[in-house]
């Protein structure tokens, strides 16, 4: 089946840790973006790729780091200068074009301990 | 002003009922609008775009109004299962695809 993945859909992480997150398409999409999403809250947009080796910051890149390594993999990792990394975070990705939406993976949260 | 609002709600209504929700954005220049539909705990999925002639799909009609930079969503004959958060999506022209999200207003159908 077609469609995006993330992993995993629970994540802990300790104080001063970096973790990562997992996202993959299979959908051939050129484009792909890390949110989060705070209880209550709209989506905030972390990083975003519109192509395979290339990144842009988005609102709130501060404390995360993004690789594009394969068009088809976008992980994130949060660093341990995060100090409220306590989220849901969704990854998308998009066919380049007009008119053209984004397709979200299940998410994961991540906790800190 | 925050470039997307919407009402959170949460919109409370029996089922059969019609509901509308309007969707206000900031930008004139912006130029492909969506609703998606976020269930608690989990993903946004892509309910339908918002066409400048209005469109309709099932119980559901998005409309734009560009002169007062806003959009609607409309439910006729409201389902349990309808009950959700739904999200205005509003994306500016040009070559980076950066949507803004609105908080979501919530909508809750009782029997």
């Known amino acids: 089946d077609g469609g995006i993945t993330q992993s995993p859909k629970y994540l802990f992480r300790k104080e001063g840790q970096n973790v990562t997150l997992s996202c993959e398409q299979n959908?051939?999409?050129?484009?792909m973006y890390w949110y989060r999403q705070d209880p209550g809250q709209g989506l905030r947009l972390i990083y975003y790729?519109?192509?395979?080796?290339?990144?842009q910051k988005g609102d709130i890149a501060e404390g995360y780091s993004v690789s594009r390594e394969k068009k088809e993999s976008f992980p994130l990792t949060v660093t341990s200068a995060q100090k409220n990394p306590t989220a849901f975070y969704l990854c998308?990705?998009?066919?380049?074009?007009?008119?053209?939406?984004?397709?979200f993976g299940p998410g994961t949260r991540l906790l800190v301990l | 002003r925050k470039e997307v609002e919407q009402d959170p709600g949460p919109f409370n209504v029996p089922e059969g009922a019609t509901v509308a929700f309007n969707c206000t954005y900031s930008?004139?220049?912006?130029?492909?609008f969506f609703w998606y539909r976020q269930d608690c705990r989990k993903e946004p999925k892509l309910l339908m775009s918002v066409y400048s002639s209005g469109n309709e799909d099932g119980r559901f009609t998005a409309q734009l109004n560009r002169a007062s930079q806003y959009i609607s969503l409309l439910i006729r004959d409201s389902k349990l299962s309808d009950s959700a958060t739904y999200l205005c999506v509003v994306n500016l022209s040009g070559g980076s695809y950066i949507p803004t999200f609105g908080r979501g207003t919530s909508l809750i159908v009782h029997p």
């Open positions: 930008n004139s220049a912006s130029q492909s």
């Open positions: 790729s519109q192509i395979v080796n290339d990144f």
């Open positions: 959908l051939n999409h050129d484009a």
């Open positions: 998308a990705s998009r066919r380049t074009g007009y008119g053209e939406t984004q397709y």
